[in-house]
Nanobody
């Protein structure tokens, strides 16, 4: 059974940093892409960052580029999202996602991902 388990969320003041982690388990086939989505209160779900596991190519939403960094530890099957210079508008539930090979769609399209974690809450106060 595939599981994506997020951790590292919490409350922080504007300008602060957090690092989210996502531990993946149960995959028969190695995911082609992994990433992070978020959904704030009253907002649509949006892609934050993704990584193509084969080459390590990364993708970022314009709103987080330069502040967030996605990375992976293949030995630990863990995905990270280092978030710096956090803003109140970054407050959201953050979800870890994984896409199996052959699944099509842009990196920030929710339908392009086969698996979703339960989410971890990030709250940034001004």
């Amino acid at each position: 059974q595939v599981q994506l388990e997020e951790s590292g969320g919490g409350s922080v003041q504007a300008g602060g940093s957090l690092r989210l982690s996502c531990t993946a388990s149960g995959f028969t086939y190695r995911p082609a892409y992994m990433g992070w989505f978020r959904q704030g209160s009253g907002k649509e779900r949006e892609g934050v960052a993704a990584i193509y596991r084969g080459t390590g190519a990364t993708y970022y939403a314009n709103s987080v580029r330069g502040r967030f960094t996605i990375s992976q530890d293949n030995y630990k099957n863990t995905l990270y999202l280092q978030m710096s210079s956090l803003k109140p508008e970054d407050s959201a539930m953050y979800y870890c996602v994984a896409r199996l090979p052959g699944r099509l769609g842009d990196w920030d399209a929710p339908f392009a991902y086969n698996y979703w974690g339960q989410g971890t809450q990030v709250t940034v106060s001004s």
